[in-house]
């Protein structure tokens, strides 16, 4: 599986961004995928995760109400819709794909992309 993110840039604080997340490859092994940030000097942390049906979703408390995880399975793309963003959310962000083939379940990650927020 290949992940490729776009979408990153600099934006105000209280601005939004949409970051994409584009998978090629075994993507029919893909059952969970997420978004993942690492600021500069901190561990990376998962901000947001869907299921393959996107049935079910979960955030990070300090996005919640202002970051909304989807995807579009016909066009094998995630994406992270972030309003009201905050000079704290600048970080690099990754996108994440986790597949089950058989017994085994394997992580696949992008490239990460920027997202810098200014006071």
């Known amino acids: 599986v290949q992940l490729v993110e776009s979408g990153g840039g600099l934006v105000q604080a209280g601005g939004s961004l949409r970051l994409s997340c584009a998978a090629s490859g075994s993507t029919f092994d893909i059952f969970a995928m997420g978004w993942y940030r690492q600021a500069p000097g901190k561990q990376r942390e998962l901000v947001a995760a869907?299921?393959?049906?996107?049935?079910?979703?979960n955030y990070v408390d300090s996005v919640k109400g202002r970051f909304t995880i989807s995807r579009d399975n016909a066009k094998n793309t995630m994406y992270l819709q972030m309003n009201s963003l905050k000079p704290e959310d600048t970080a690099v962000y990754y996108c994440?794909?986790?597949?089950?083939?058989?017994?085994?379940?394997?992580?696949?990650w992008g490239q990460g992309t920027q997202v810098t927020v200014s006071s």
């Open positions: 994440s794909a986790r597949c089950k083939s058989g017994i085994w379940l394997t992580d696949y």
């Open positions: 869907i299921t393959s049906g996107g049935g079910s979703t």
